[in-house]
């Protein structure tokens, strides 16, 4: 087992341990959105460039890492609250499997959880105003997508935008706390953050790439059930903007009335259209941004070599 595997485990201890106070229902459905654990990708960052400065820090990174972790969980939980999803990680979501009500004090528990945290931790009190920031930025990103739902007149940016907020930002604030709380200069925890934006917008773009690429067991939840809902990812907005005949529009207008058969037209049509070849050309440019990034500035220290490693990894990921 590899330190970061060894160090990640504990991060799990770490989250164990914290979220068994709360009693009843609301216990049962915090223990168990953390009883199948995810990616692990932010809480790897926090440790992988935590491990780059000289501070011994390494149990403070590593409830730091846990702090990151809860707080992703926690906007998972309202993720799906707002989405009405049913299915999470392969298997029923917090909220299908406790109800919206016991779901959504689940994820505020985690979200006061994951500040106590942090809060317990960090070297200066004034770093929590990046968490307090980044917060705002997640929020944003989510409620600019629910209030796109069903428009077909979303552009690149508008999307690229949202993707900044509602996934890249907590990849920044990750690579960022983690290399500051490690001893890194500012600038190199800005230069840390700018790689992790770069890489939560490819993350989030591959992502919505395999909507319409994997089978839902790969995947371990519905496909193309955004489509459903009217919510508009990457490579549907860049097919219909090539989209000259009218027919993809008009499919999609259906909403909520979609068939399969319907589906797997949308599907067909995204793919021909080229809406999946753009957003992997934009997820390789932001990858590719974030690895010269890394190598200008991180090439020297330990967990360099890691940290190139999961980003290289995001553009060949199937699940």
Do not use: W
């Amino acid at each position: 087992m590899s330190r970061l595997e060894k160090e990640l485990q504990q991060v799990q201890n770490t989250i164990q341990k914290n979220i068994r106070t709360p009693k009843g229902k609301l216990g049962e459905a915090v223990r168990y959105a953390f009883s199948k654990p995810g990616k692990q990708l932010r809480p790897s960052f926090v440790l992988l460039f935590g491990e780059m400065g000289e501070s011994n820090r390494e149990q403070k990174l590593i409830n730091i890492a846990g702090s990151i972790e809860i707080l992703h969980n926690a906007t998972l939980i309202h993720d799906d609250i707002i989405d009405n999803s049913n299915v999470r990680r392969g298997r029923a979501s917090v909220q299908a499997k406790y109800g919206k009500t016991i779901a959504l004090y689940a994820g505020d528990f985690l979200f006061a959880l994951s500040l106590q945290l942090l809060s317990e931790n960090t070297s200066k009190i004034t770093n929590l105003r990046a968490n307090g920031s980044t917060m705002q930025k997640i929020l944003a990103g989510e409620t600019t997508q629910f209030g796109n739902e069903y428009d077909i007149t979303i552009t690149e940016e508008e999307y690229l935008e949202q993707i900044r907020g509602k996934t890249a930002s907590l990849f920044g604030y990750a690579c960022y706390i983690g290399a500051l709380e490690g001893g890194l200069s500012k600038r190199l925890a800005r230069s840390a953050q700018q790689v992790g934006l770069l890489f939560g917008q490819a993350f989030q773009l591959r992502d919505d790439i395999l909507d319409y690429t994997a089978s839902t067991a790969e995947l371990k939840k519905p496909v193309l059930s955004d489509v459903v809902n009217g919510v508009y990812t990457g490579p549907l907005i860049f097919a219909l903007k090539k989209d000259s005949s009218g027919k993809l529009k008009d499919l999609v207008k259906k909403g909520k009335k979609l068939n399969s058969a319907q589906l797997e037209q949308i599907d067909l049509l995204v793919s021909e259209l080229g809406g999946i070849r753009h957003a992997q050309n934009l997820a390789n440019d932001f990858t590719n941004s974030a690895l010269a990034l890394l190598e200008k500035n991180f090439a020297e220290y330990p967990g360099y070599e890691k940290v190139a490693d999961i980003v290289r990894k995001m553009l060949t990921r199937n699940c």
